[in-house]
């Protein structure tokens, strides 16, 4: 079996928070601090700097949640991807994936005990107010 070694669009979620001089350390991932940890989203050359950004998170001290490659078009940047619109990480409590997904099409479901986790890109601000609503309407706490 071969293994392509090239390029990879990544988003890592851990638990626990990152310390500034670890982010800084980690340079050229972003990083956004979610209620139930952090996530570090980014490209990285190669699967040898992948494992050297997971090394250093389990050095630090931080718990594994996710890894997950992550589809970018072929052509367009990393920065021009995010650009398209609101990304929104919204966390509930409980495994609700499939009832969600019932509900809201196009988001990705990560269900890690105790909650559900949906990463939903939008086009519009409005979108993201009306995905919201319908969680509140399925009665869901939003966390």
């Known amino acids: 079996m071969t ?14 928070e990152l310390r500034q001089a670890l982010d800084a350390e980690l ?19 190669d699967a040898t700097r992948q494992w050297s950004v997971l090394h250093r998170l389990q050095r630090a001290g931080l718990v594994l949640r996710s890894v ?10 990393t920065a021009e991807h995010s ?5 929104a990480l919204v966390e509930v409590e409980g495994y609700a994936g499939e009832l969600i997904a019932a509900s809201i099409q196009n988001m990705e479901v990560h269900q890690n005990p105790p909650s559900t986790t949906v990463t939903i890109p939008f086009t ?13 309407t399925l009665a869901f706490d939003v966390l």
Do not use: A, H, K
């Not at 650009?83 to 990304?87: M, N, V």
């Not at 519009?124 to 509140?136: A, G, K, R, Y």
């Open 3 to 16: 293994m392509v070694d090239g390029p990879r669009q990544l988003c890592i979620r851990v638990e626990g």
């Open 27 to 45: 340079g050229g991932l972003i990083v956004t601090r979610l209620p139930s940890g952090t996530e570090l989203r980014g490209r990285l050359p």
């Open 68 to 77: 997950e490659r992550v589809d970018v078009p072929d052509g367009v940047s």
């Open 83 to 87: 650009q398209q619109g609101p990304l």
């Open 124 to 136: 519009s601000d409005q979108e993201l107010f009306e995905v919201l609503w319908e969680l509140e």
